[in-house]
């Protein structure tokens, strides 16, 4: 086995034959095993001084990657489902962007959504769709909306003032979302 530090690859004589980069150093098949085995566990394979491969630890994450991290859960909470109290049960509906699509359009409709209405809910159930359900589930969107930005934006500040951005943990704070 080769590998060359100027593409970052990994060679084997059988399989590229004559068309191994130059600079390929000869590796043992232990070495490779064990730095395929270190990628695997989240090191990264990098060159030393010599060109040969080692193991080391990954970048840290900037600030700007960490906020699009914060965002990257910002949008799945949104689309996590929303909680309505529907008679005497509480069901979750999808909040999905095709779904709020759906939903503003029954809170259009008003009063002439269909008297037979049924809306299938995120546990399978089906609940006789109203205007007055519709109007609960369109707050219900509005109200989480609100709370999972607030806490994308404390998590950001609170990022941005803590000494190391990248160790930051955003996972605690969060609106519950449906099967949780």
């Known amino acids: 086995m080769f590998y060359s530090k100027s593409t970052g690859g990994f060679y084997d004589r059988e399989i590229h034959g ?12 232990a070495k490779y095993a064990a730095l395929l085995e270190g990628q695997a566990a989240g090191k990264v394979i990098t060159a030393n001084a010599e060109g040969f491969p080692e193991l080391t630890d990954p970048p840290k994450a900037t600030a700007a990657q960490v ?46 959504i269909p008297a037979d209405l049924q809306w299938k809910t995120m546990d399978g159930s089906f609940i006789a769709m109203t205007q007055t359900v519709a109007g609960a589930v369109f707050a219900a969107a509005a109200a989480s909306d609100q709370a999972v930005f607030a806490v994308a934006e404390g998590h950001k500040a609170a990022m941005e003032a803590s000494a190391d951005p990248s160790m930051y943990d955003f996972s605690t704070g969060w609106p519950k979302m449906y099967g949780e």
Request: glycine share 8%.
């Open 18 to 29: 004559a068309n191994i980069p130059a600079d390929a150093l000869e590796i043992t098949d």
């Open 67 to 112: 906020w699009e991290a914060i965002k990257a859960m910002r949008d799945q909470r949104k689309a996590g489902g929303v909680k309505v109290k529907v008679g005497a049960a509480n069901k979750w509906f999808h909040s999905d962007d095709a779904s709020r699509i759906q939903q503003m359009g029954l809170v259009m409709m008003g009063a002439s």
